[in-house]
Antibody
Framework: QVTLKESGPALVKPTQTLTLTCTFS??????????VNWIRQPPGKALEWLAR???????FYSTSLKTRLTISKDTSKNQVVLTMTNMDPVDTATYYC??????????????WGQGTLVTVSS | DIQMTQSPSSLSASVGDRVTITCRAS??????LNWHQQKPGKAPKVLIY???SLQSGVPSRFSGSRSGTDFTLTISSLQPEDFATYYC?????????FGQGTKVEIK
């Protein structure tokens, strides 16, 4: 059974660095083809893809946020960590982690965490 | 980045109605288009992947199609549990991008 769960602070101050952890079970990120992503959603707004890390440690980032994001994995702990620097109130959102599943050439999110709401306010 | 333009942004429909949502990619994405359903306070759930493949467990009233860079999600007979927000999302190239969403409301 695949599960993912996000954890991190509910409140951060402007200019601070946010660190979020995705702890998962039911698969290993050392297995070929496994990939984990971070996606966020401001209140009442659309989904925004942030970053992805693959089994071979390839990393991909949002174009607009790449200077502020770092994604990493700890395979032994079944965790993926996202850091976002210089937080601003516009970064207030629910942050999700999600796994990618591959069926032949098709890639899609098959499992999501429940999401964690992060509010940026002084 | 590939832009995904989804329409309409919202619609009102009745139970039993046929509903169509469209999504246009700013460039060719082959058939690398997924459709997600999201209910309030919940994580999204994939309905269709690869433009037209139905995810396991998803009712057959949902279907997807492609014509070039235009993609369509169709709900053949809207059910009460289908009132939600729907997003298209391209998986052709990183950064992956989502459409702006279509909120399906009760008429």
């Amino acid at each position: 059974q695949v599960t993912l769960k996000e954890s991190g602070p509910a409140l951060v101050k402007p200019t601070q660095t946010l660190t979020l952890t995705c702890t998962f079970s039911g698969f290993s990120l050392s297995t070929s083809g496994m990939r984990v992503n971070w996606i966020r959603q401001p209140p009442g707004k659309a989904l925004e893809w942030l970053a992805r890390i693959d089994w071979d440690d390839d990393k991909f980032y949002s174009t607009s946020l790449k200077t502020r994001l770092t994604i990493s994995k700890d395979t032994s702990k079944n965790q993926v960590v996202l850091t976002m620097t210089n937080m601003d109130p516009v970064d207030t959102a629910t942050y999700y982690c999600a796994r990618i599943h591959q069926v032949y050439g098709d890639l899609y999110f098959d499992y999501w965490g429940q999401g964690t709401l992060v509010t940026v306010s002084s | 980045d590939i832009q995904m333009t989804q329409s309409p942004s919202s619609l009102s429909a009745s139970v039993g109605d046929r509903v169509t949502i469209t999504c246009r990619a700013s460039q060719s994405i082959d058939r690398n288009l997924n459709w997600h359903q999201q209910k309030p306070g919940k994580a999204p759930k994939v309905l269709i992947y690869g433009a037209s493949s139905l995810q396991s467990g998803v009712p057959s009233r949902f279907s997807g199609s492609r014509s070039g860079t235009d993609f369509t999600l169709t709900i053949s007979s809207l059910q009460p549990e289908d009132f939600a927000t729907y997003y298209c999302q391209q998986s052709y190239s990183t950064p992956w991008t989502f459409g702006q969403g279509t909120k399906v409301e009760i008429k």
